[in-house]
């Protein structure tokens, strides 16, 4: 157990639907990062959020969004889904902005239908 | 479970042998690196980091070898067992930039035959 948690673990939607995420990093950690795992894609670096503030983007598209609370909690949001963003959605930890070992929650599962 | 890749490359060994993974990494700015072990329905979970002034480490029967001069890292398992069964990724990274993101390989499917 890595002490990230995530929620929903699974999700199914329809296509042009909104859905969010939710991530818990570790106690004391101030950066949550996300990834998109997907089988032709691999892990793709998604967004990072350091103490609230983001620290930087990478392949996110404009209809996905993150934000991270005052409590260190991170939210990304998906909206107008397509089929093809159907994949696994990782949150991850670390303690500072820049890299150090990044610390993966369980992942939500999203299927597009 | 679930599959994170239908074309990975494929190692497979039997138990007790030792494993080596090897991972080709695509900036030479890069200075950190790290591998992860994914087994199937989890999320990555770190094995063992190095940073670029080091050639070698050494954790808990794992070692990391990392070659600048051709951009290469390598994974080493002493001793496999069923459970180190995964999907293993390398993941570079510029610890001395702005940004935290790691940038991950496209990973390689350890099989363990008992």
């Known amino acids: 157990d890595s002490g990230v948690t995530q929620t929903p673990k699974h999700l199914i939607t329809a296509t042009g639907q909104r859905v969010t995420l939710r991530c818990s990093p570790r106690?004391?950690?101030?950066?949550v990062y996300w990834y998109q795992q997907s089988l032709d894609q691999g892990l793709q670096f998604l967004i990072q959020?350091?103490?609230?503030?983001?620290?930087a983007k990478g392949n996110i598209l404009e209809r996905f969004s993150a934000q991270q609370f005052p409590d260190l909690h991170s939210e990304l949001n998906l909206s107008s889904l397509e089929l093809g963003d159907s994949a696994l959605y990782f949150c991850?930890?670390?303690?500072?902005?820049?890299?150090?070992?990044?610390?993966f929650g369980p992942g939500t599962r999203l299927t597009v239908t | 479970g679930e599959s994170v890749g239908l074309h990975l490359p494929t190692l497979s060994v039997q138990e007790g042998d030792n494993s080596i993974i090897n991972c080709a990494y695509s900036n030479s700015a890069s200075d950190y690196f790290i591998w992860y072990k994914q087994e199937s329905g989890k999320g990555p979970q770190f094995i063992i980091d190095i940073r670029s002034n080091m050639d070698k480490r050494q954790g808990q029967r794992v070692t990391v070898l990392l070659n600048k001069t051709v951009k290469h890292l390598s994974l080493q398992i002493a001793a496999t067992q069923p459970g180190d069964s995964a999907v293993y990724f390398c993941?570079?990274?510029?610890?001395?930039?702005?940004?935290?993101?790691?940038?991950f390989g496209k990973g390689t499917k350890l099989s363990v035959k008992p």
């Open positions: 993941a570079e990274s510029y610890y001395g930039g702005s940004q935290g993101n790691l940038i």
């Open positions: 959020y350091y103490n609230g503030e983001e620290r």
């Open positions: 106690s004391g950690d101030l950066s």
């Open positions: 991850a930890s670390s303690v500072g902005g820049i890299t150090y070992e990044q610390y």
